[in-house]
């Protein structure tokens, strides 16, 4: 069985991603073409042609006027997915059609819907509205990983591998040695967990961005939504500040960073990364700074996953893993995904 | 069930290809070693040492007088494959000897019969005389295609992928517009095609070899033996001309282009492709921009069927194709070869 | 079922590779982690983390003051195995804890024991003292091989493939025309293979290290005790000269070649050689031309085995190999592993 949930939303691009040349990527195993008409709003069908199944992502395959034309015998498709001319004969089968995939581009990312269509509601979409908002100012990137989804998921729940990972960037001894709390909201499908740092050596990673020295007070609030959209409430504070009773908070640094783990196959994975901060907000020196760490971080992450990976891919079925309370939100996480993959 | 017919003959080599070196290659999942003995002609047989199947056409496995020498032990072997020494005894094992292969040089080409020998018949083998008939001028080459000889067949019976995937090269747009007429000979074995434009653009590969100007006449007619001969007899002329009543035709230009489509094992093939003209004999410049030209267009197709091989391995069992009037001959060749692999 | 014989000590590693550093090697499908403690022992455990298998030998795992610190979140380990921290929280889990090896290091090698440890007993370890006595000079490397160990042992087990795989190094015309005669200790589980050349050509491996020039008498004597020892006993000398009745040999020039056949996986293999001299022992000249020579020539057997391995990876089941008297011993050493295994 799948351990891939369906009837899902998953994060398929960034929207500056998608623009008017074909744009082939694999999405839960699906693969999907896309591309930007010329109204602007971004299109998701099936990436292989309905008489030989070439892919049309794939050159000399290429779009014409919203038309794609298959590279191989050219099998043309309108924006509806719908099969409009076939080479030798004027009449089109009426079966010639693309399947289409419910899209919603939203907080910088296309979602597409992974399943069932008429099961498909925008509403349902997990926000990160800080990626295209006024008041932040966002990096991002995304990498590619050799490892299944569920790695990744289980990297990012139990953040005390910064200390250890990630030591000298994100990483400081604090981030192992404090306890978490965990919450868990099966109606609303969410995993929480917190790790408040009363007292803590500040990384380079925001030192070097917030210009505080010292200690400081450092919160890790993890929202995740399964199976797509991880979201950490970053705040980091001189020693003792705290938010005021009406939720601002003046003294802090608000960092918010969004991943959106989207399953490529069984085994591989879109490991997308957003950065978004509320200070320095024109300071591109910051802004270039924290790109090029998060992404030496993410790739940290991408290496051990990778590792991961083909360890498990060699282990006889069966062995065993040892959890301790650390891995409480990433168990969590991991009950709620089984039970949408079996659904 | 393998999808390679046996009891068949297939194309191996280029006699070209074949001198007084150890040669090895393997043909529908046999690896068959081959030389030219000292009197000149081809021999095959197993590649394959009986002792521990050590290849003999590895290094440094070598050619002595006419007797192969196994690179590992030195079990030696004369040209009717009976071992004639091994080492450290005087007395050499009755039942050690190589399989070998019935074989035929002729048009070119070297053919083997896989299958059981006492089924080959010479007389069965498709001819291709151009090849090596004094009149035509003949360029050739193989390239080793990482996908399934049917995809091959497929694209051949098809030519109005030429208008897509070779535009610019074979394609232009009657190509693709022209209906074909399909007829199958099952007594004989054979499926033809045809497409005859009666006035079609000139693409550049006939317009620079030929000289013709302006619109043409170009007729396309196929006929391909199953499982491995396919011939393309080309004609090109001014608009009108047609051949005369006894069948001289001196006002157009034939090229004789030929494929043998030999399966190296399940998932990928040995694709020999030849073109023999019967103008400009003797120019070389023609000669170097047809081979030029006609490796391009195999390399297109390489690319394109190494994409559709690996599409087809991950994709899920029991995908659908859809198939139109253009594939009636391919469809048709894919029948007969179904049979042929299930006799 | 494998084909690995367990309950079986095995060389893990030269004992000069073991140093201060995590090492990781796979020992029979088993990933192992080796580090010599600061009182100078080497010690094997599991490499695999017990909370999320990441491996104990890849970066940034480390090693402080003799505890092993996981790279991924820290769980920290010591000499005997026993987690004594872990992230989080002060409790550490009563069963987490790697699984040690036995261990012994003898002869220049590191042996670890495979299998149930209450079945290991140190003095079954077959011994090769020349390799770290006075009187003898040894060179030595470790090789990995592509193919599974039981080519490996058939190689060394019939060298009547040095006249042919190793011609020009350490093969001449003899080795492959002497006959052998073979014997089998069943009760001590020895398998012994003698070849003694009475009048051979010196092969310039012996040629250049000796400086006997012309015919010699030259023996084998090969003493395999399955699954990893392997002890080729090579006497050399001039013709006609045979070793005193109280066993002294002051004529001869006698060198220990000892292989160590370890298995990484069912299909690869570590080829640990090294060759002991008991003849110009300070000289480094000839040390060069050995260690330089023979690694030659065991990159010849792996490129050969490397093939063969392919070969009977795509072979149907069942496949056929034809025995002499060569291969005795082999087909002998095959019989007690293949018990060994079944066991």
Known sequence: ???????QWYVAAYGSEIGTELFGRTICGEPILFWRTRDGSVTAMADRCVHRRFP?????????????????????????????????????????RLTRYPL???????????????????????????????GYTTVRGMEPLKARYSLLVDNLLDLSHETYLHGGYIGTPEVAETPITTEVDEEAG????????????CPPFYAKSTGLEGRITRWQDIEYTPPCLYKLHSRIAPVGSVPNPDGSDP??????????????????????????????????GVSAFLAENNRTVVLQDVEALDVLERVIAT???????????????????????QRMAAS
Chains 1, 2, 3 share one sequence.
């Open 56 to 96: 049309l992502s794939q050159a000399p395959s290429r779009l014409v006027d919203d038309r794609v034309v298959c590279g191989y015998h050219g099998f043309t498709y309108g924006v509806d997915g719908k099969c409009v001319a076939v080479p030798g004969q004027t009449r089109v089968p009426r079966t010639a």
């Open 251 to 284: 003294d802090a640094f608000h960092v918010e960073v969004v991943y959106a783990i989207t399953p490529e196959t069984e085994h591989s994975t879109h490991d997308f990364w957003a950065v978004a901060r509320d200070f320095a907000l024109d300071d591109e």
């Open 190 to 201: 969410v995993v929480y967990v917190s790790r408040h740092m009363a007292d803590a050596a």
């Open 104 to 134: 919603v581009e939203q907080d910088s990312f296309v979602w597409v819907f992974i399943g069932d269509p008429a099961k498909a509601d925008a509403a349902q979409i997990p926000r990160a509205p800080w990626l295209d908002s006024p």
């Open 315 to 337: 282990e006889p079925d069966g062995y065993q893993e040892l959890s301790i309370n650390i891995d409480t939100g990433g168990l969590a996480a991991r009950r709620m995904l």
């Open 1 to 7: 069985m799948s351990a891939i949930p369906r009837d």
